[in-house]
């Protein structure tokens, strides 16, 4: 863990340091202070790792809600935070947690996750990468999704890599995760309520600024509530190019979930109104998902299609075909074309834009 993060904290965490410092390690889940799990390389262990007592994991707690300046007591359980090194921390306390004190830490990779890393770690074909980049390139709205731990974050940051340089690039986060390299780039973060219930600035506030500064690009770390209506109405509005991430298990649900969204938003609007701005607003869906194996892989890549009988469609691009377990009992497989072409492909040769022959060829047949 970064060393910013005060040693006196470090030390009332020094049950877990082992686990901290272990660069296997992608989370730690606190359940009690005698049960300690960790998920390392996509799998759950548990550990032999102890806090001594109730009252040393709450200090623990404590003192990193007092490290960033987060609230966690009876009247406010639970504390969402980021420390310095990136990491995420989850804590919910009594009474909402019945048994005790929960504290869930989820690492922030130190390494980069890039397309190229993506590819030699199998979770991406080569083949599928130009045509991504060209989904990009020509300013086609993206959605990543995927389950819990499935990866949305890193494949998020990887995918946004892809915008030119030149772009101005507002990122809109409730902690600040994605690392992206351009030049012109905005980052915008939430800010919770104080003591007494006021100052609190969501994602939804955040959306609507970003609208005011020229933005090229708008990414959402994760679409979570109503802020999905204003991201709609704001990529059917002359921002495209627009990406988010949304918990979803399949490309279908990623509609559907994105169609519950935007009911949070307190604006009353017709189903089938919600549906015909979502198919529009929408161009590619790229799923991943985390097998059971442990790994992590896009599992499909989708175009969002019209609606029909106002039903979402979608046209799966690229499709992940396992072929079998290795020696390790490691999944092995790749994301193959499924042979449907995109309803935009004269857009992609009419730019210039280069696609692997073997690819165009099997969109021939």
């Known amino acids: 863990m970064n060393q910013q993060f005060s040693g006196t904290v470090r030390n009332f965490l020094a049950p877990i340091l082992e686990h901290l410092d272990d660069p296997e390690v992608s989370e730690i889940m606190i359940n009690s202070p005698q049960e300690v799990w960790v998920e390392r390389r996509g799998r759950l262990e548990k550990t032999e790792s102890r806090f001594e007592s109730e009252e040393s994991l709450m200090s623990a707690v404590n003192n990193i809600a007092q490290f960033v300046q987060r609230r966690i007591d009876q009247d406010t359980p639970f504390m969402d935070a980021r420390l310095p090194d990136g990491s995420r921390v989850h804590a919910v306390r009594p009474p909402c947690a019945r048994k005790g004190v929960w504290l869930a830490i989820r690492k922030f990779p130190h390494e980069e996750l890039t397309i190229d890393k993506l590819v030699s770690l199998g979770a991406l074909s080569q083949e599928a990468v130009p045509f991504l980049e060209a989904c990009v390139l020509l300013k086609k709205n993206i959605l990543v999704a995927g389950g819990a731990g499935s990866g949305k974050t890193s494949l998020l940051n990887a995918v946004s890599s892809l915008i030119p340089n030149h772009e101005r690039i507002i ?175 004269d857009q992609i040769l009419t730019a210039g834009l280069v696609l692997p022959s073997q690819l165009l060829n099997t969109w021939e047949k």
């Open 171 to 345: 990122i809109i986060e409730d902690a600040a995760e994605l690392r992206l390299q351009q030049d012109h780039l905005l980052s915008l973060e939430t800010k919770p309520a104080d003591k007494k219930g006021k100052g609190e600035v969501s994602i939804r506030d955040l959306l609507r600024s970003s609208l005011r500064l020229r933005p090229d690009r708008i990414i959402i770390g994760e679409i979570r509530s109503g802020e999905a209506l204003d991201f709609l109405q704001a990529m059917n509005t002359g921002h495209g190019g627009s990406m988010g991430s949304i918990h979803a298990s399949s490309p279908l649900e990623t509609l559907s979930r994105l169609e519950t969204l935007t009911l949070f938003s307190d604006v009353e609007l017709p189903i089938n109104a919600i549906r015909q701005q979502i198919s529009a607003a929408i161009n590619i869906l790229i799923q991943t998902s985390r097998f059971e194996d442990g790994s992590r892989k896009i599992s499909h890549i989708a175009e969002v299609c019209p609606l029909e009988d106002d039903e979402y469609r979608v046209n799966t691009i690229f499709r992940f075909k396992q072929t079998g377990l290795d020696g390790l009992g490691k999944i092995e497989g790749q994301l193959q074309p499924t042979g449907q072409r995109p309803a935009f492909l």
